[in-house]
């Protein structure tokens, strides 16, 4: 793919293979929560729409990384940031091997699961090399997964709806807090190419679900699948819908 970052990783040497490329590999997290048999669809072909909007989402994790490499280089790593820069690694290389052989529904979740895990490493090593706590693991940003770990929960409501708890990343809430929207990630849907959010699109729902399936539990997803008048659908896309 000639949109693929190039290789990363200028501060490391050899490291153990690559869990996330060994054949038949896949998470285990998302057998939890949400994951827990509530996707029928799971073995369905991959269409067109998941297939490349997680290739997207690759590429964006690929530009993380390479910000990340600037923002590190030059600075002694210790043994646990070291740790977390190789799994933000290998979960780049491991997303995009999956996507190399991914056929199904199942398959698309995976990946999001594997880019999740690599995102809250990305946040565990900005912690670390400036000082600061490691981060909560916590949902990624609701109005964009790709967004990266979410640091909050912030008060918001689509139009018409209900206000609830969001989980969202820095950015979102200021932006909330400031009176301005939340960057909410738009896709194309329909004939006529009307935008809508991701959680409006049926196809969206593999990534939804690889992204939040370990987070079953928390207060605010629930909050908002719950709440299925105000955001139905993306209840509709965790599969907690019979309708």
Same mark, same amino acid.
């Given at each position: 793919?000639?949109?693929?970052?190039q290789p990363?990783g200028?501060?490391?040497?050899?490291?153990?293979?690559?869990?996330?490329?060994?054949?038949?590999?896949?998470?285990?997290? +998302?057998?939890?929560?949400? +994951?827990?048999?509530? @996707?029928?669809?799971?073995?369905?072909?991959i269409?067109?729409?998941?297939?490349?909007?997680?290739?997207?989402d690759?590429?964006?994790?690929? #530009?993380?990384?390479?910000?990340?490499?600037?923002?590190?280089?030059?600075? !002694?790593?210790d !043994?646990?940031?070291?740790? @977390?820069?190789?799994?933000?690694?290998?979960?780049? #290389? *491991?997303?995009?091997?999956?996507?190399? %052989?991914?056929r199904?529904?199942?398959? =698309?979740?995976?990946?999001?699961e594997?880019?999740?895990?690599?995102?809250?490493? =990305?946040? /565990?090593v %900005?912690?670390?090399?400036?000082?600061?706590?490691?981060? !909560?693991? %916590?949902?990624? /940003?609701?109005?964009?997964?790709?967004?990266g770990?979410? =640091?909050?929960?912030?008060?918001?409501?689509?139009?018409?709806?209900?206000? %609830?708890?969001v989980?969202? /990343?820095?950015?979102d809430?200021s932006?909330?807090r400031?009176g301005?929207d939340?960057?909410?990630?738009? =896709?194309?849907?329909?004939?006529? *190419?009307?935008?809508?959010?991701?959680?409006d699109?049926? #196809?969206?729902?593999?990534?939804?679900q690889?992204?939040y399936?370990?987070? *079953? +539990?928390?207060?605010? &997803?629930?909050?908002?699948t719950?709440?299925?008048?105000?955001?139905?659908?993306?209840?509709?896309?965790m +599969? &907690?819908? @019979?309708?």
């Amino acid at each position: 793919d000639p949109r693929a970052p190039q290789p990363f990783g200028m501060l490391h040497g050899p490291q153990p293979p690559n869990p996330f490329l060994q054949q038949g590999h896949a998470p285990s997290f +998302g057998q939890q929560g949400y +994951g827990a048999g509530y @996707d029928p669809a799971a073995q369905q072909p991959i269409s067109e729409t998941s297939r490349r909007a997680i290739d997207e989402d690759i590429t964006r994790f690929g #530009d993380e990384l390479r910000d990340l490499d600037l923002d590190v280089v030059g600075r !002694e790593l210790d !043994e646990a940031t070291q740790a @977390d820069y190789t799994q933000a690694l290998d979960a780049y #290389d *491991g997303a995009k091997q999956q996507l190399s %052989r991914a056929r199904s529904n199942a398959d =698309v979740r995976t990946i999001a699961e594997i880019m999740e895990g690599g995102r809250y490493s =990305v946040a /565990c090593v %900005r912690a670390r090399v400036n000082g600061r706590p490691v981060p !909560e693991r %916590r949902p990624p /940003c609701f109005f964009d997964p790709a967004h990266g770990v979410s =640091v909050a929960d912030v008060s918001w409501a689509p139009p018409g709806g209900a206000p %609830r708890q969001v989980p969202a /990343c820095a950015a979102d809430a200021s932006r909330i807090r400031t009176g301005h929207d939340p960057s909410i990630r738009m =896709v194309y849907a329909g004939p006529q *190419g009307a935008m809508v959010p991701y959680w409006d699109h049926r #196809d969206y729902a593999p990534l939804a679900q690889g992204y939040y399936g370990r987070f *079953g +539990g928390d207060p605010a &997803l629930r909050s908002i699948t719950n709440g299925a008048l105000m955001i139905g659908g993306f209840a509709l896309l965790m +599969g &907690l819908l @019979d309708d």
